[in-house]
Structures are given as structure tokens and as C-alpha cells.
């Protein structure tokens, strides 16, 4: 069993999503199922509709899943495992006070010392646990061994006692904390290898250590993907519009691209563009580069332009909301003038919009476009260009440039002789546009 795990509190960006095809890929490869578990046990920070958000964006990169969980549902066994650790030995309550905790942290920089629980109510008796007033977290006992695990991406990584704090697993109102719920639901589900981000390096020992103070035996294998950075090589943040998932959809990046252009952002492959059924067939999580990689969005332009070749003619003209299959030709000819959905509609919309140009350009449009109204509907382009120059002495420069107004509704682009075999069926129409 494979999860992806997103959290309700904000826009799913590019890292969440790549975390989502990787675990859908490596699911299909083991065919074992993939579960969606919405981990919405912080409830101060969830959104309301940002979980169905997450599924349509799911759904809409066809990532498929066997069901959907929502972390909060297994509060009742968060709870009970904790009670069963604090009566083990394993965890305990503890009642400092944020104050306190702040002022010995402060201390503890002061002296150049990093930040550890002090220790203060590990070992307090049961009647002094009684006599306590205030609420108490719950915490786990600091580990006296190291725990190390392999990263298939990373290799074998090992964590001392010391780096593993007496951290809080219960909070005062005994709801879970991120690392408790985690190793819990990974252990209920009976998780057989987790696939995330980096920045969840430092969380694995601490949920490792639950489960094994849980008595699970299973060993899990890991993960963990090198952050992507932005153009400057920072860290991609929420003001990268391109980390959001919604803004390059909204841009004109279709699903086919951003999922080619994530399994390709570095890892090594034979080939540049692919899809992720191709991509299923040959992808190793061992491939996968440990430095950071770096989002290109010329790049990801360059694959989009490249899936949109590869749409056929009605399923792109769907996509920019029409349902006429020449519609889907006349965009292909485009293309290689656009790279995204939204430049293709702005060149289809531009064809079918009212014509500004040139006011030098008045009377050859207006001559032009009167003979076009009186013939018959033309097949070829040469053709039909013949005729008109027959009937009006129009030629060269001073036929071209309107003739593309009057069909195109600009003074350049494709060659026409591409086009017109797609737009003669629409020349009433864009005569009485020009």
C-alpha cells in the first residue's frame, strides 16, 4: 500500500503533486493500491474545499486511487496509542508552559546549545502528575539509541539519540501532532514504501521510533525527493506563481505536460517527452537526482507545445471550448506559434473577433471581402486566391496583407495555404467580421 498525504491548508503546488505522480507510478509498478489520506488533524490551519480541490486536481491528472481517508477519522486510535505509550514508559505528560519552553530555549542559544527538551517532567511521579492543575502535552522519551534507515534516493541515513528530541505527540486537548498521526496511519494502513518531499527527512526517525515503540515490525522503505528551486535557485515559494498547480493550469499548461515535465525535472530518462503510462514502464526512484533540482518554465513551454502536437484535433479543440474538429486544425497549425492553451485561444479568438487594422488597408479589405461574399466556396487555396485576383487586380503585397485580415483577422501568422482549407467553411462568417 502506497499514500499520498496532502494537508487542507493551501494551494496543492508542483512539490505536492510531483509526491502524488511519483506514488501513483510506484503503485502501478508494484500493483499495490494507492490511498489519498487528507491529513486534516490541524484544524486551525485547514481551508474549507481545499480537500476536494486536491481530488479534482487529482482526478484531472488522472492520477488514480483505491479511496480517500481523512486522518482525523483515526483520532479515537491516536489517543488510544498514546495512552498505551505513556503507560509503557515510552511517552509522558508533560506540563511546562510555552514561557517556560520559550525561556529555556533562549537559554540554551544563549549558551550555545541546541534546543533540547529539558527533561523536567520526565520522571515525575504518579501523585505529582495528580496534583497538577494545568493540561499537559503528551511527550515521546528521548530514544538511547540511534535509529538509521535507506533512502533510495539518498542512500543510508542515520540519526543519534541527540537528534531526536523528547518531542510532543498528544497535544493538551489530546489531538495527535503531525508526526503521531503519521506513523500511526502509515502503521494502521500498513504502508509499504512512503514517497515525499525533503523537508521530511528530519520527521522519519521520530515516526520510525513510534512505530517501533509501538511494537510494529514492518520495515518500511523511504523516499524522500530533493526540493525544487526557483530560477534564482531558492527554495519555490507561494510567490512563484509556477509552484502553483492552479496558476499553470490557469496559464495554459495542460496536465499531459506538467506530469512529463515533474517525472523529468531531475531524474534521467531516455527521452524528454513521454506519458506517464510510457513513464510507468521504465521509472526508478534510484535514478533520481539528491541535488535540488531547478524549475524551467521555457522548458516546461517547450513540453506543453510538444503534448499539444500529440492531442488530437477534437480533444484540443474541446480543451480550448469549441466542438468543431477543424477548429483543432486550424489550432495545430498554430502551434508552433504558442506553447500554451491560452495564446492557442487568444490566435482562434483572434480569427473569429471583430478586424482592426490599418486604415491604409480600408479599401483592399472592403474590396476583398465584397468578391469573396459573391463565390462560391472554393476547395483549394490557390485557387481560390486565383479568383480573387481575376476579379479585383489584386496582387502581391497589395492582396496578401488583407486577404490574411479579412480570413485571420492579423497581418501575419501561418501560411494560408495551411489554414484556408479550414476556414472556407467559416468565410460568411469572418467576412462580416472584417
Given at each position: 500500500?502506497?499514500?499520498?498525504?496532502?494537508?487542507?491548508?493551501?494551494?496543492?503546488?508542483?512539490?505536492?503533486?510531483?509526491?502524488?505522480?511519483?506514488?501513483?507510478?510506484?503503485?502501478?509498478?508494484?500493483?499495490?493500491?494507492?490511498?489519498?489520506?487528507?491529513?486534516?488533524?490541524?484544524?486551525?490551519?485547514?481551508?474549507?474545499?481545499?480537500?476536494?480541490?486536491?481530488?479534482?486536481?487529482?482526478?484531472?491528472?488522472?492520477?488514480?486511487?483505491?479511496?480517500?481517508?481523512?486522518?482525523?477519522?483515526?483520532?479515537?486510535?491516536?489517543?488510544?496509542?498514546?495512552?498505551?505509550?505513556?503507560?509503557?514508559?515510552?511517552?509522558?505528560?508533560?506540563?511546562?508552559?510555552?514561557?517556560?519552553?520559550?525561556?529555556?530555549?533562549?537559554?540554551?542559544?544563549?549558551?550555545?546549545?541546541?534546543?533540547?527538551?529539558?527533561?523536567?517532567?520526565?520522571?515525575?511521579?504518579?501523585?505529582?502528575?495528580?496534583?497538577?492543575?494545568?493540561?499537559?502535552?503528551?511527550?515521546?522519551?528521548?530514544?538511547?539509541?540511534?535509529?538509521?534507515?535507506?533512502?533510495?534516493?539518498?542512500?543510508?541515513?542515520?540519526?543519534?539519540?541527540?537528534?531526536?528530541?523528547?518531542?510532543?505527540?498528544?497535544?493538551?486537548?489530546?489531538?495527535?501532532?503531525?508526526?503521531?498521526?503519521?506513523?500511526?496511519?502509515?502503521?494502521?494502513?500498513?504502508?509499504?514504501?512512503?514517497?515525499?518531499?525533503?523537508?521530511?527527512?528530519?520527521?522519519?526517525?521520530?515516526?520510525?521510533?513510534?512505530?517501533?515503540?509501538?511494537?510494529?515490525?514492518?520495515?518500511?522503505?523511504?523516499?524522500?525527493?530533493?526540493?525544487?528551486?526557483?530560477?534564482?535557485?531558492?527554495?519555490?515559494?507561494?510567490?512563484?506563481?509556477?509552484?502553483?498547480?492552479?496558476?499553470?493550469?490557469?496559464?495554459?499548461?495542460?496536465?499531459?505536460?506538467?506530469?512529463?515535465?515533474?517525472?523529468?525535472?531531475?531524474?534521467?530518462?531516455?527521452?524528454?517527452i513521454f506519458t506517464v503510462e510510457e513513464a510507468i514502464k521504465w521509472f526508478n526512484l534510484k535514478t533520481i537526482s539528491k541535488a535540488p533540482a531547478k524549475f524551467d518554465i521555457d522548458k516546461l513551454r517547450f513540453i506543453n507545445r510538444e503534448h499539444l502536437k500529440k492531442l488530437s484535433s477534437i480533444d484540443l479543440a474541446k480543451r480550448l471550448g469549441y466542438f468543431d474538429e477543424s477548429i483543432g486544425e486550424i489550432a495545430k497549425i498554430y502551434i508552433e506559434e504558442a506553447s500554451t492553451l491560452i495564446e492557442l485561444k487568444n490566435k482562434?479568438?483572434?480569427?473569429?473577433?471583430?478586424?482592426?487594422?490599418?486604415?491604409?488597408?480600408?479599401?483592399?479589405?472592403?474590396?476583398?471581402?465584397?468578391?469573396?461574399?459573391?463565390?462560391?466556396?472554393?476547395?483549394?487555396?490557390?485557387?481560390?486566391?486565383?479568383?480573387?485576383?481575376?476579379?479585383?487586380?489584386?496582387?502581391?503585397?497589395?492582396?496578401?496583407?488583407?486577404?490574411?485580415?479579412?480570413?485571420?483577422?492579423?497581418?501575419?501568422?501561418?501560411?494560408?495555404?495551411?489554414?484556408?482549407?479550414?476556414?472556407?467553411?467559416?468565410?460568411?462568417?469572418?467576412?462580416?467580421?472584417?
Amino acid at each position: 500500500m502506497l499514500r499520498f498525504a496532502p494537508s487542507p491548508t493551501g494551494d496543492m503546488h508542483i512539490g505536492n503533486l510531483r509526491v502524488a505522480i511519483f506514488n501513483y507510478i510506484v503503485s502501478k509498478q508494484r500493483n499495490e493500491k494507492l490511498i489519498i489520506r487528507i491529513e486534516d488533524t490541524d484544524i486551525e490551519r485547514n481551508i474549507q474545499g481545499k480537500d476536494l480541490e486536491i481530488l479534482e486536481i487529482l482526478n484531472l491528472f488522472k492520477i488514480e486511487y483505491s479511496q480517500v481517508m481523512y486522518q482525523s477519522g483515526n483520532l479515537k486510535f491516536h489517543q488510544q496509542f498514546g495512552v498505551m505509550l505513556v503507560q509503557n514508559g515510552d511517552a509522558f505528560n508533560c506540563f511546562c508552559s510555552e514561557d517556560e519552553l520559550e525561556q529555556y530555549r533562549e537559554q540554551s542559544i544563549k549558551n550555545n546549545i541546541a534546543p533540547r527538551y529539558s527533561g523536567k517532567c520526565e520522571k515525575l511521579t504518579a501523585d505529582e502528575i495528580f496534583n497538577k492543575n494545568s493540561q499537559a502535552v503528551v511527550r515521546m522519551k528521548k530514544s538511547g539509541n540511534s535509529i538509521s534507515f535507506n533512502d533510495l534516493i539518498r542512500g543510508k541515513l542515520e540519526f543519534s539519540s541527540d537528534d531526536i528530541d523528547s518531542f510532543v505527540i498528544l497535544r493538551t486537548d489530546k489531538t495527535p501532532t503531525y508526526n503521531f498521526a503519521c506513523a500511526v496511519d502509515d502503521m494502521l494502513s500498513d504502508i509499504s514504501i512512503i514517497i515525499r518531499g525533503e523537508d521530511h527527512v528530519s520527521n522519519t526517525p521520530k515516526q520510525i521510533l513510534i512505530q517501533q515503540k509501538l511494537g510494529y515490525k514492518r520495515e518500511l522503505e523511504y523516499a524522500h525527493l530533493p526540493i525544487i528551486l526557483n530560477i534564482d535557485g531558492k527554495k519555490m515559494s507561494k510567490r512563484d506563481n509556477a509552484s502553483s498547480i492552479k496558476w499553470l493550469l490557469e496559464t495554459g499548461f495542460i496536465p499531459e505536460a506538467i506530469t512529463n515535465y515533474l517525472i523529468l525535472l531531475g531524474n534521467s530518462t531516455n527521452n524528454e517527452i513521454f506519458t506517464v503510462e510510457e513513464a510507468i514502464k521504465w521509472f526508478n526512484l534510484k535514478t533520481i537526482s539528491k541535488a535540488p533540482a531547478k524549475f524551467d518554465i521555457d522548458k516546461l513551454r517547450f513540453i506543453n507545445r510538444e503534448h499539444l502536437k500529440k492531442l488530437s484535433s477534437i480533444d484540443l479543440a474541446k480543451r480550448l471550448g469549441y466542438f468543431d474538429e477543424s477548429i483543432g486544425e486550424i489550432a495545430k497549425i498554430y502551434i508552433e506559434e504558442a506553447s500554451t492553451l491560452i495564446e492557442l485561444k487568444n490566435k482562434i479568438s483572434a480569427i473569429f473577433s471583430k478586424r482592426e487594422f490599418d486604415e491604409l488597408l480600408t479599401e483592399q479589405v472592403k474590396i476583398i471581402k465584397n468578391v469573396i461574399s459573391e463565390m462560391n466556396i472554393i476547395d483549394n487555396y490557390e485557387d481560390f486566391k486565383r479568383e480573387i485576383t481575376n476579379r479585383t487586380g489584386l496582387k502581391g503585397k497589395m492582396l496578401f496583407k488583407p486577404l490574411r485580415i479579412v480570413l485571420t483577422g492579423a497581418e501575419n501568422g501561418p501560411d494560408l495555404v495551411k489554414l484556408y482549407p479550414y476556414l472556407k467553411n467559416y468565410l460568411s462568417e469572418l467576412i462580416a467580421l472584417s
